[in-house]
Each structure stands twice: as structure tokens, then as C-alpha cells.
């Protein structure tokens, strides 16, 4: 059946249903063949259809193959860019939720086009944050209202030095605690490398 | 899609894609050249006018529609009456996920076909009268899980939409404070690390 | 929206504090607060309240509706009326919650009081429940809801909006166009492509 | 140190606007503008018209307030609750900027059209000059990685825009007495109903889109 190339990358991502699978580049492949051939093919029968139409004035026996032979190439084109659109949806929200840093294990998943892509997406964002107002916004930030001006955290990694906005320097190693203000240790909490304890 | 609206197909929609991929049964009334391939079961190179087929919805709606029909759309069996009665006679009663998993995307598509409108009746009917049970699903933390299993796609996202308001109501009511959470994307992938190094 | 965004809202809620402190105005964006004046009464936003509370700064004077005999009352009136009526503040769980969570001390007989809050949300909440599967089955695409609380809204959220939508869809595709060229239906809005106006 | 600061600031700042020519409208009261305003960007389907022009106030008056801060003294209760309220307005502001972006992203193209025919009929844009880069450069990438993909058969891309459902079901309070909104109901037979002020509602949001806009209304 026509297509059905295509439609496995989509079954595919409808399997993941959060983070990414590998960028299935042999699949994609083949479907761009069975698009090139089917469109080619397409041209040929296409050609005769509206020659002897034109002479004729009736329909051409190759009408009913040319239509479904177009409805095919659609429905891949389609599958094709919806399985690359999707993944652009979820490296949007990668972008959100991790920052501008993949983990190389995700990264490994991506395309070339898709690297390029969340490096592309990061700047436009990052320059559309800098335009708010006067000193610019980060907008990763304040996720949710604020309850108390400071809270309390463990790290769940090594993490290394962190200095905070008053120059203070921390040494932040798995498993020890903190009691920090909320606005300095949001993004952390995000990217994981904090917990809240409450 | 927002992540905040509900269902609403569209030409990215990986649902929608899913859904028109179901087979769908139809007659072809024209020859068409070279596509005998469609037809598993026979060897010739042409497709004959009368063959019977089951083929994707997205082939069938395309060669019913235009000027000049190709094929001639038939009502899949779930939509033709002796299952309607079912239905009526008690929705709730139904694993509709069985019946099939885009119950009602599928109907929609297909109840074009069907002019005296018992498709589209008996999809209002389903889905009104399961709602109920779709609320209290989606509003019961401890009930049965497997009970989800009965609904088709539109309906379990309805139900896990719901769900998940509740779940945050519930915590709200119950809770003193909410702790700042990890983004989703990345308690996930630190879990899945886990589980990784776990089995190395 | 989450629970805890309606809860930012109804912070707003100005209630009444006995401040154990003096101190000048502060002068907020929002509007000027103060003068506090040690065991003079004044009123701040909830949200003010709550963290001068938690600092052991002043003592909550609960909003007048939390008061065990005028609550029994409005149990007994949601539990004889087949409607919603009239809570005595637009954001009541929110403040009840706040402050019987950080004032239990200031509150005479909190656990009755918190026990028969929630006895009026259940009960409003089974009517909710009612009245949401009689809006489906009647596939109504309007309701009057002037007594629901910011709160008892949100609860209903997303579920019978989505639901009311995912009928409209069901309904409106009698007249849907079928897309020739995509192989596929699309609804009018979308068909349209359009914004209202 | 010194509240005074702090005061005569804002004092400045209230003067700054007592000079302008315009409707008063005191900070208490932008900020309740600015609250509604997030409520109907987040729950409207389709883009509103931005507010820049209180969300760009309520930023001066945090940077206004931050600066000063930083020379109060640690020691003062009033430090934190001004950090308190500095923190709730940055989240309504960030909240309200998130969400319009989100459907920047998702119907880019479809509002990118509205905007260029909105230019060509003289109206207002809905998108701040900043978004609207922000959305011409989101689409191109989304279309440049699109290219990528089809690189081997170029010229037969097509897709489909995707917009907004304006049929979206949303919850409303009326600001004032409006009559004669028409109920669509997915059938022909439409019905009526009138709203007073403060009356609650729940209705499809294409029936009270333009009402939303000119601020009749808001969505809660």
C-alpha cells in the first residue's frame, strides 16, 4: 500500500509520546524515493491525461490512476512533514524545558537540519527576550506565582559552583541541602538539578 | 494545537493522520490502470471496475470525491445498524476501543456517506451518553485503570485531560504548599538515564 | 489554568489583620498598605497577610462569613436549593484555605469551620456534576453560571468545555467541506482559515 | 536607609503620568487591567491585541522598585514584601508574554496573513513590532527546515495553515449590559440571549470575540 513507509514515522512518534525518538534517516529516505517515483510517474500519466483530453474531449483511461497516484504522493508528502514538523514541537519545548544545552544523549537523536534548527529557534528567542521592555525578561523564569521568597532545595547532582546574583559563590554537590531564594534556584528546579523540598 | 485546547484535527495532527489510516471498505467503479496492486488478493496488473476493497481512509475519501467518482464508499461495519443497536441499546456498556480506535474521528469522515444520518445520530448518542462515565473516570483518583481501556482516542484524551485537573485540584486542596516541579521533559529523561544505568 | 493561579488571584482578597509591629506605609505598586500600628486593626491583601503571619507579625482576623453559625446556614440553603447560590466571597476556598492553613491559632474552632467549608464545596460540587452531564446530554452550547466561584469554574475545566467542543465538532462536520486536494476533511473553522471579525 | 527613595520614586513616576494628557488611570487599577488581560490571552483561542504599552509601565515600575531595593536594608520586613509583590507582577507579565508566544508559534502563519492584511487596511497590528519579527523568523525557520526535507523533489510542498478554533467553549464575565448575543450551537437555529453587568457565562468564543476585544467583557 502507498504510503504506508510514511505512516510508520508517524506511528512512530505517536509511540513517544514525550521526548524523541532517533531521527529515522533510512526511513525518511525511502519515503522521499517512493515520493520521487510516484511524482515522476505522476508527471508521465499526467501528461498524457491532458494531451488527449484536449483532443478528445473526454476522459482518458489513466484519469483514475493519475488520481490516486496524486491523493498517494499527498498523503506522504503529508506523513513526511508532519513526522519533521512534530519533532520541531518537541525540540521547542526541549528548548523550554532543558535551556539552550541538549543533553548529549538527546542531541544524538537529532538530525543535522534539527541541530541547526534549536540552535536557530534558541536565538530568535533569546533576542525576542532581550526586547521586553528595557533591560529584557527571561521568560523561563516565574513558571509559576510565587508562594515564598526563599525555599528550600537538595541537589540531585554534582553540580559544581553556582554564584548567586549577590556574588556569593555556592559549591553545590549531590545530595546537599540549600536555602536559597526562589527567584535564584527556579531555573535549576526546572533543569533538574535542584528538588523543592517542601 | 495549544496544549490548553482540546482536539481539534489539523495537517500535522498525528491523530488525524492516524485516524484516516484505518481501512474503510469501498467499490471501485472505474478500471484503473496499473493499480492492481491495491488489490492483495488478485495478480492482474489493472484494477477492474467492482472490485472490493478494504483500503485507507485518505484513499477511499479521495477517489469519492471530486467530478468524477472513483470508488464508491461503503459504511464500515461498526457504523451499519446491528451495531447501532448495540449502542443504543446501552453505550456505556461498550468497549468502543474495541469497536475501533478512532471511533468517533473515523465516523466523522465517514457519516458524509451516509445520507439519511444514522452515523451522525448514533455518534451524538455515544458520546453524550458516555460522557457520564467519563467524568466520573476522570474525577475518581483510585478507579479501576483497566475501565480507560474502553475508550477510543478522542474520549481518553478527554479523560486524561480531566484527570489531570483533578489531580492538581486534589493536590491543591489537600497540600500546604506545591514544591517547584522539573520540567516534564526532564524528570522524564532522567528517569529513562536511570533505568539506563540500571541495566548496564 | 492551575489551581495555584486561581489561588494567585484570589490572593488579592483584602482581609483584616491586627498587626503586633510599627511601621511606616508600604508603598506598593498596587496601592500604598499601612500604617501598621501595633494592635490596630487595618486591612491588607491576603498575600501580605499570609507572610506577615508567617514571620509572626500580626494576628488574621477571619473574614466575617467564617463563622460557624453563618456557615451551618449556608450549608443548610446550598443543601434545600437545587441551584448554586451566592457564596459570601468570590474566592471563599482560596481564603480558607490560606488562612485556616497559616492562622489556625487566630481561628476559634477551626477544624468545624474547615470540616463544613468542605461539606458546602462537596455538596456544590455534586451539583456541578449534575448539571455538567445535563449540559451534554442536552448538548447545550450556553450556560448561565453566575454563582460558581472562580475556584468551582476552574474545577470544571477543561472537561466540559472540551467536551461541549469535541459536540459542536461532532454536529458542525454535517457541514463539513471535504478537502479534494489533502485527502482529508477539514471543519469549517478550519476551512475558513480565518479569525472572527 | 530608605524608604524615602522608594517613595519619591514612585511619586516621580505617578507625576511622570499626571503630565500626559491622557485618561488617568491609576497603577492599582493597570494592574487589575493587566490581570484581565492575562486571563483573555489565556483562555481566548486565537491571538489578542497586545498590550504592550502596560506591560512595558508595569516593567519600568519593577526596575524602578529593584533599583531602589537593593539599598534597603536586609534587616527590613518591608524588603521582602516589596520582593513579594515584584515577584507577582514578573509572573503575570511573563505568564502573559508566554502564552502569546506559544500561539505566535503554533498559528504563525495564519496570524502572520491577519497582520499583513490588518497593514494593508490601516488597522492596528495585534503583534508587538517584537513578536512580529519574533514570528516572521519562527515561520521562515519552520519553512527553511520544511525545504530541507523536500531538497530532493523541490516545488511540491504543500501544506495546510493551521488556525485557531474559534469555536472553543469559554467561560466570561460581562462588564456591562449587552444585548442580543447569538448563540451558535452548531445548527441553524440560533438562539439569543442578554447579558447584565457581572453575569457569568459560559459560550463559544466566537459568539463574544469582538466583545473581548473592546473590553465589554473578560474571560475568567
Known amino acids: 500500500m502507498f504510503a504506508e513507509k510514511a505512516c510508520s514515522l508517524i506511528k512512530e512518534l505517536s509511540r513517544c509520546e514525550e521526548g524523541l525518538p532517533p531521527y529515522n534517516i533510512e526511513l525518511v529516505k525511502e519515503v522521499c524515493t517512493e515520493i520521487k517515483q510516484l511524482h515522476e510517474q505522476n508527471k508521465e500519466d499526467g501528461a498524457i491525461v491532458a494531451n488527449e483530453s484536449e483532443i478528445a474531449g473526454n476522459v482518458n483511461p489513466l484519469y483514475p490512476t493519475l488520481r490516486i497516484g496524486s491523493a498517494a504522493v499527498k498523503r506522504n508528502i503529508r506523513c513526511l512533514l508532519a513526522y519533521h514538523y512534530n519533532r520541531l514541537r518537541t525540540l521547542r519545548t526541549m528548548r523550554w524545558q532543558f535551556g539552550s544545552i541538549l543533553p548529549p544523549d538527546i542531541k544524538t537523536n537529532l538530525s543535522s537540519d534539527e541541530i541547526d534548527w534549536f540552535s536557530k529557534y534558541s536565538s530568535c528567542l533569546g533576542k525576542y527576550m532581550r526586547s521586553i521592555g528595557e533591560d529584557g525578561l527571561n521568560l523561563c523564569l516565574d513558571l509559576r506565582p510565587p508562594k515564598s521568597l526563599y525555599i528550600e532545595v537538595k541537589c540531585l547532582i554534582d553540580y559544581g559552583k553556582f554564584e548567586l546574583s549577590d556574588g556569593t559563590v555556592l559549591l553545590l554537590k549531590k545530595d546537599s541541602r540549600h536555602y536559597l531564594p526562589r527567584s535564584e534556584c527556579e531555573e535549576l528546579i526546572t533543569q533538574g538539578v535542584f528538588h523543592h523540598i517542601v | 494545537m495549544l496544549p490548553s485546547s482540546s482536539y481539534q484535527p489539523n495537517y500535522f495532527s498525528i491523530e488525524d493522520i492516524l485516524a484516516t489510516q484505518e481501512r474503510t471498505p469501498c467499490k471501485f467503479l472505474q478500471d484503473v490502470p496499473r493499480m492492481g496492486k491495491l488489490n492483495p488478493s488478485a495478480e492482474e496488473k489493472d484494477l477492474k471496475v467492482g472490485t472490493e476493497l478494504e483500503l485507507p481512509l485518505w484513499l477511499v475519501l479521495d477517489g469519492a470525491a471530486g467530478r468524477q467518482l472513483i470508488l464508491a464508499p461503503e459504511l464500515p461495519k461498526i457504523y451499519r445498524e446491528a451495531y447501532r443497536e448495540i449502542l443504543k441499546a446501552d453505550a456505556t456498556a461498550i468497549d468502543l476501543h474495541k469497536f475501533n480506535l478512532y471511533f468517533y474521528e473515523l465516523g466523522s469522515y465517514i457519516k458524509h456517506f451516509d445520507r439519511r444520518g444514522d452515523v451522525h445520530n448514533i455518534l451524538l448518542h455515544t458520546f453524550t451518553t458516555r460522557f457520564r462515565l467519563i467524568m466520573d473516570l476522570a474525577n475518581n483518583a483510585d478507579s479501576d485503570p483497566t475501565i480507560q481501556n474502553k475508550l477510543d482516542t478522542l474520549e481518553r484524551r478527554l479523560f486524561k485531560d480531566g484527570h489531570n485537573a483533578r489531580m492538581k485540584l486534589n493536590t491543591w486542596l489537600l497540600e500546604s504548599g506545591i514544591p517547584l516541579k522539573a520540567a516534564s521533559m526532564v524528570d522524564n529523561h532522567r528517569k529513562r538515564k536511570r533505568v539506563n544505568e540500571e541495566l548496564v | 489554568m492551575d489551581p495555584d493561579e486561581v489561588e494567585f488571584l484570589g490572593e488579592k482578597s ?50 466575617d462569613w467564617m463563622d460557624l453559625e453563618k456557615l451551618e446556614n449556608l450549608k443548610e440553603e446550598e443543601k434545600s436549593n437545587r441551584s448554586f447560590i451566592k457564596m459570601p466571597s468570590e474566592h471563599y476556598i482560596v481564603e480558607a484555605k490560606l488562612i485556616l492553613g497559616c492562622a489556625a491559632d487566630d481561628i476559634p474552632r477551626t477544624d468545624e469551620i474547615r470540616t463544613i467549608i468542605k461539606d458546602i464545596w462537596d455538596i456544590r460540587k455534586s451539583k456541578l456534576r449534575s448539571s455538567m452531564d445535563q449540559m451534554i446530554k442536552k448538548s447545550a452550547m450556553y450556560a448561565a453560571v453566575d454563582n460558581l466561584t472562580l475556584m468551582e469554574i476552574n474545577s470544571i475545566r477543561p472537561l466540559l468545555p472540551h467536551a461541549l467542543e469535541q459536540i459542536y465538532r461532532i454536529k458542525s462536520n454535517k457541514r463539513a467541506i471535504l478537502n479534494r486536494t489533502q485527502g482529508s476533511v477539514t471543519t469549517p473553522s478550519n476551512a475558513t482559515g480565518s479569525f472572527t471579525n | ?42 483562555f481566548s483561542p486565537e491571538i489578542l491585541p497586545n498590550k504592550m504599552e502596560i506591560v512595558e509601565l508595569l516593567l519600568d515600575q519593577i526596575t524602578t522598585l529593584e533599583t531602589n531595593l537593593k539599598k ?30 506559544e500561539k505566535i508559534e503554533i498559528f504563525c502563519t495564519a496570524i502572520l496573513e491577519q497582520e499583513k492584511l490588518r497593514s494593508q487596511q490601516g488597522k492596528d497590528n495585534y503583534l508587538s513590532q517584537n513578536e512580529l519579527q519574533f514570528a516572521q523568523e519562527y515561520d521562515q525557520s519552520i519553512k527553511d527546515n520544511f525545504e530541507s526535507v523536500m531538497r530532493f523533489c523541490p516545488g511540491i510542498i504543500e501544506t495546510q495553515i493551521i488556525s485557531p478554533n474559534i469555536h472553543s467553549m469559554v467561560f466570561l464575565k460581562s462588564k456591562e449590559n449587552i444585548d442580543g448575543i447569538v448563540i451558535d450551537d452548531g445548527n441553524d437555529d440560533n438562539d439569543l440571549i442578554d447579558l447584565t453587568t457581572g453575569a457569568q457565562v459560559l459560550i463559544g468564543y466566537k459568539s463574544i470575540s469582538n466583545l473581548v476585544k473592546n473590553g465589554d467583557v473578560h474571560l475568567i
Not at chain 3, 500600628?37 to 477571619?62: D, E, F, G, N, T
Not at chain 4, 513616576?13 to 492599582?28: G, K, M, T
Open chain 4, 1 to 42: 536607609m530608605d524608604e524615602i527613595d522608594i517613595e519619591s520614586a514612585l511619586n516621580e513616576i505617578e507625576n511622570e503620568s499626571d503630565d500626559e494628557d491622557e485618561v488617568q488611570i491609576s497603577l492599582p487599577e493597570i494592574i487589575q487591567l493587566m490581570e484581565e488581560t492575562w486571563l483573555n490571552e489565556k
Open chain 4, 72 to 101: 534597603l536594608n536586609n534587616s527590613d520586613f518591608k524588603k521582602g514584601l516589596y520582593q513579594m509583590e515584584v515577584d507577582r507582577l514578573r509572573f503575570l507579565i511573563s505568564s502573559y508574554l508566554r502564552k502569546r508566544l
Open chain 3, 14 to 63: 483584602m482581609i483584616e489583620i491586627v498587626p503586633t509591629f510599627n511601621s511606616a506605609p508600604i508603598y506598593f505598586i498596587g496601592g500604598d498598605v499601612g500604617p501598621f500600628r501595633a494592635s490596630i486593626p487595618l486591612r491588607v491583601p491576603l498575600w501580605v497577610a499570609v507572610h506577615l503571619k508567617q514571620q509572626q507579625q500580626c494576628k488574621i482576623i477571619p473574614p
